[in-house]
């Protein structure tokens, strides 16, 4: 019998796993490692599921096409995570593998990084006197940036490629190659501050960039971090529920608690339901840990998801936030999971695998045993069942920060709406008048939205205004 078949996943709905034989010469994968593979007439890229698998009863064994990983590509504990979801949610191993790898990896791309030249000055053996102005320019700006300046840097610069290329001749500058990470805070991180600052302080007690400011916690917030704190310095599997009431500081308790899971030597992974609430909450984080946070969701190019998903494996990142695919993230050592709006339908996956974003994020909790918080002020049924069943621990904040009071409800009835103003009108006469004297006041109606973004959007979600 030979030893050197494999067990691979391939991204095809409903497909099982598949065995394959390694042919001599090509380098055994091991588990996580992509592979390409025939399937009918056409190749297609897997993953390693089993690097000793058995041969089948029946059928005949083909040869892997290819190997491209020497090493495993995706962690040992995501593929058991994503067979997990496979097998639970009745999907094919290779559907559930491939939403844990980046786009680029899908296809099978080996090398996906963005590559640039850059420019460094080096000291020539015998000395050279540069001619010419824009040979001079080069040489000063070169001169200050011992580490090399990016050639597009110098073209914008005004610096030619033939004038570079007449002084590497010179031997007078040198170029190399260097990896440039797309970055999907670039540009955005100021603005995901700055959202925060103008709402954390007033519903958090922070001072919105992450610091503490003058006040202390209350005393349920205190409370519920010292629960909290326990669980994580016990460094076991527990999933708690976290109850609080819009305003009542369930953010500054996960930011407390991340630092306490940092200081402790493990990592952080935050869901939201969203991807329009991940640049908010990331902007948050980042301000307080750094460049050691970043985002994962579907929202991002493919480059920076296949860069920011490689800084991830790399073990560069020690926090992780994004939406529910990022419970796939390649990070090593969590404990502590974060899924904040747990009760969110956002989280459910409507393609195959139909999985549950939060559920997921409770199985690699006690995969890795890891401390799960549930948050949210309207948590779903199923979460508070378990927590009346005695299977999640169960805090609950009651009070908003510095005690300020819970906001008006009023119920509305939007039959009578429809009966005066007809069945067009979307927004009631109620709503659309609040909605006004705000904006008249110059006030945004939510931390996120701006007066005019506000007003665009409340007059573009109602084909006619409610008349008076």
């Known amino acids: 019998m030979s030893d050197r078949l494999v067990s691979v996943g391939v991204p095809v709905p409903g497909l099982g796993r598949l065995t394959y034989r390694v042919p001599e010469g090509q380098p055994l994968p091991p588990k996580g490692a992509r592979v390409t593979v025939p399937l009918g ?71 996906s990084f963005r590559m640039v030249k850059v420019v460094e000055r080096v000291t020539p053996a015998d000395p050279v006197s540069p001619k010419g102005a824009k040979q001079q320019q080069a040489l000063a700006l070169l001169a200050m940036a011992p580490e090399g300046i990016p050639v597009p840097a110098l073209q914008k610069a005004g610096v030619s490629m033939p004038t570079l290329r007449s002084l590497e001749r010179l031997g007078v500058l040198r170029f190399r190659d260097e990896v440039v990470e797309r970055d999907p805070f670039q540009g955005a991180a100021d603005d995901a501050t700055t959202l925060w600052t103008l709402g954390a302080r007033r519903t958090d007690g922070t001072d919105g960039l992450g610091g503490q400011d003058a006040r202390e916690l209350t005393p349920e917030q205190a409370l519920a971090y010292r629960r909290l704190e326990e669980a994580v310095v016990v460094g076991q599997f527990r999933t708690v529920l976290l109850q609080g009431v819009t305003g009542s500081g369930k953010t500054e308790l996960y930011l407390r608690l991340a630092a306490r899971v940092l200081e402790l030597g493990r990592r952080v992974l935050v869901l939201v339901p969203e991807i329009a609430l991940t640049p908010a909450v990331a902007g948050l984080f980042r301000a307080r840990f750094g460049r050691r946070v970043t985002i994962q969701h579907s929202g991002l190019s493919d480059g920076e998801r296949h860069d920011q998903w490689h800084r991830i494996r790399r073990g560069e990142v020690d926090i992780v936030v994004g939406t529910r695919s990022a419970v796939f993230a390649p990070l090593a050592g969590v404990g502590l999971v974060i899924v904040d709006e747990e009760h969110d339908g956002a989280y459910k996956q409507d393609e195959t695998p139909r999985y549950h974003g939060r559920d997921v994020a409770v199985v690699r909790g006690r995969m890795e045993g890891a401390v799960v918080v549930l948050g949210s002020a309207t948590p779903s049924l199923e979460s508070a069942a378990n927590a009346i069943a005695g299977r999640y621990d169960h805090l609950i904040l009651t009070q908003r920060v510095m005690n300020r009071p819970l906001a008006d409800v009023r119920i509305v009835d939007m039959r009578e709406e429809y009966a005066t103003h007809g069945a067009d009108v979307m927004i009631s006469r109620a709503l659309w008048d609040a909605l006004e004297m705000r904006l008249s006041r110059g006030v945004g109606v939510a931390n996120r939205c701006g007066r005019r973004s506000l007003g665009l959007a409340a007059r573009s979600a109602c084909r006619a205004k409610p008349s008076s």
């Open 41 to 111: 007439g056409r190749v297609v890229t897997g993953c390693v599921i089993d690097p000793h698998a058995r041969p089948p009863e029946t059928g005949t064994l083909r040869d892997v096409d290819t190997v491209i990983d020497t090493d495993p590509y995706l962690p040992g504990h995501i593929v058991d995570l994503a067979l997990w979801v496979a097998e639970y949610y009745a999907a094919g191993p290779g559907d559930a593998l491939a939403i844990a790898l980046p786009p680029m990896a899908r296809r099978g791309d080996a090398t």
